[in-house]
Every structure is written in structure tokens, then in C-alpha cells.
């Protein structure tokens, strides 16, 4: 069972789950290619990173904007949809080639949460404002 699964209060339900976009795999790969010439040393950095991504959630769900890290610790940023004022795209010329980018979601005050490498980040954005705004 996921950590936002756990998480759910009553009456709450995930309304959608934010994957990564496969870029976000490229360091783990790098460093399993670079496990030839360096005779495996680099397979530790494969493996954290394998582990990373791993132990990451994103998504949204009626109630809240979840962000999920960490492998052994656990650390987590959440938003309440009430509390969200701005959801905005980073996207550089890459990221708009192939399809991936930032999405920062700002609430009151001076809280934030941030996706990064996310895939389709348009599509992220309007999940996003879809729940906390069902109106408009």
C-alpha cells in the first residue's frame, strides 16, 4: 500500500496519480553504463537513484495535493485544495520537445509544492485545477 493510499481520511478519495517522465530515469541509467569502465562502482549511485524514484508519489486527490519522498525517512509536502491560489508549468525547450516539465502548485502564505520531471505537465495542471476548482 502506497503512502497516499495509507493517507486517505474519511470520505477521501485519490483523483489522479502524477508518474514521472521516463527523463527522469536517465541519471540511473547513466550511472548503470558507467558500472563497465569503473567495474561496477557506479551500480551503488544506479541503485539509490532506482530507489528514488521508487519511493516517490505525486498526485492529487478530493482533498489535497500530496508529494511523497524518501526511501527509508519519509518526507512529505501536502496543500489542502482550499489553500491553492496558482498552478504553473516550467517547461524549457526539452521539456516541450519530449513532453515533460515542473509543475508548481502555490498556495497561501508562503507554502508550495513542486513536481518535478513530471510527464505531460498540461495534463497535471488541468487534474489539478479540475478538483480544486469543479465549477470553472
Known amino acids: ?11 477521501e478519495k485519490i483523483e489522479a496519480l502524477f508518474p514521472l517522465h521516463w527523463f527522469a530515469r536517465v541519471p540511473m541509467y547513466l550511472w548503470l553504463v558507467l558500472a563497465i569502465p569503473t567495474l561496477g562502482l557506479t551500480l551503488i549511485l544506479a541503485l539509490y537513484e532506482y530507489l528514488k524514484l521508487k519511493h516517490l ?7 489535497r495535493v500530496i508529494l511523497k519522498r524518501g526511501i527509508i525517512s519519509r518526507n512529505t509536502e501536502e496543500m489542502k485544495l482550499q489553500s491553492i ?52
Open 1 to 11: 500500500m502506497t503512502y497516499i493510499e495509507e493517507s486517505l481520511s474519511s470520505g
Open 57 to 63: 508519489e505525486q498526485g492529487v486527490t478530493n482533498k
Open 85 to 136: 491560489e496558482t498552478v504553473e508549468i516550467e517547461q524549457g525547450i526539452g521539456g516541450r520537445m519530449f513532453g515533460y516539465g515542473t509543475v508548481k502548485i502555490t498556495g497561501r502564505g508562503i507554502s508550495d509544492v513542486t513536481f518535478k520531471g513530471i510527464d505531460d505537465p498540461m495534463q497535471v495542471k488541468r487534474d489539478i485545477e479540475s478538483v480544486s476548482n469543479p465549477l470553472g
